[in-house]
């Protein structure tokens, strides 16, 4: 059986907030999947910073729409859906929508992202997920941010003489210390969003290119209603957690 996420301390000796990334293909992803838990370590005094790997340029099958359009949309709703959680950044990597690759050259941004944010802990896709029930494939773009997001963590940003040019711009490594996975098949912790559970539906109706308001509210309470019954909650999101030490 899973465990309960522990609430720890999210401020440092000195006082200044720690900092949680999530780094994510699309304008949107963390909204379907991960916002009650932010939204939560927001109120529990996180600095939350998002990066959004690709610029959402083909989130549209209208055909009186252009990727440059869409895409300006779409960087505008991610950056309300932000607000409306107390996420303090996003960063927008904008890579092409639909063909992201983890390439080196993703994995030394995200790495650049890491040793300048120093997260504690970051939230990335699990890259191993391919499908969602007998329903859904999922995009290759969310398998490959997490796993550009995973080598980001580790061995790139805590190993010193892995992308050296980064030193050079004054990135010293770091470590963080835990990863939250996503969409992964095999939960092992989860967290209690029923208080944010509503900032989530809020949130996600943000994205009005790419989500039906009801939808939004009947699809985020049902699932995570779902997982909440699973862990004796009314709202929960699941995760697995790495633990690096
Ligand atoms: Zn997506």
Redesign the pocket.
């Known amino acids: 059986m899973a465990e309960e996420a522990k609430t720890v301390q999210a401020l440092k000796a000195d006082g200044e907030q720690e900092t949680r990334m999530v780094i994510?293909?699309?304008p949107?992803?963390s909204e379907?999947t991960v916002a009650g838990t932010v939204a939560r370590w927001v109120k529990e005094g996180w600095r939350l910073v998002y990066v959004i790997c690709t610029d959402g340029s083909r989130g549209s099958n209208d055909p009186g729409m252009t990727p440059e359009r869409i895409a300006i949309v779409r960087h505008a709703e991610q950056q309300e859906a932000a607000r409306i959680l107390g996420v303090q950044e996003v960063v927008f990597l904008a890579y092409e929508d639909g063909t992201l690759e983890p390439t080196l050259e993703l994995r030394r941004d995200l790495t650049r992202l890491i040793r300048r944010y120093k997260p504690d802990v970051v939230i990335c896709a699990d890259p191993t997920r391919y499908f969602h029930r007998n329903l859904y494939v999922n995009?290759p773009?969310?398998r490959a941010a997490g796993e550009a997001a995973l080598y980001a963590i580790f061995p790139s940003a805590v190993t010193r003489f892995i992308f050296p040019e980064l030193l050079g711009e004054g990135l010293e490594p770091h470590k963080v210390q835990e990863i939250y996975l996503s969409g992964t098949l095999e939960p092992d912790t989860w967290v209690d969003i029923t208080d944010t559970v509503e900032l989530k539906v809020a949130a996600l109706r943000a994205h009005r290119s790419q989500v039906d308001p009801e939808y939004a509210a009947t699809r985020t309470r049902q699932w995570n209603g779902e997982l909440g019954r699973k862990y004796g909650v009314p709202f929960a999101e699941e995760f697995r957690r790495i633990v690096l030490r």
């Open positions: 994510m293909a699309h949107d992803d379907f995009h773009d969310h």
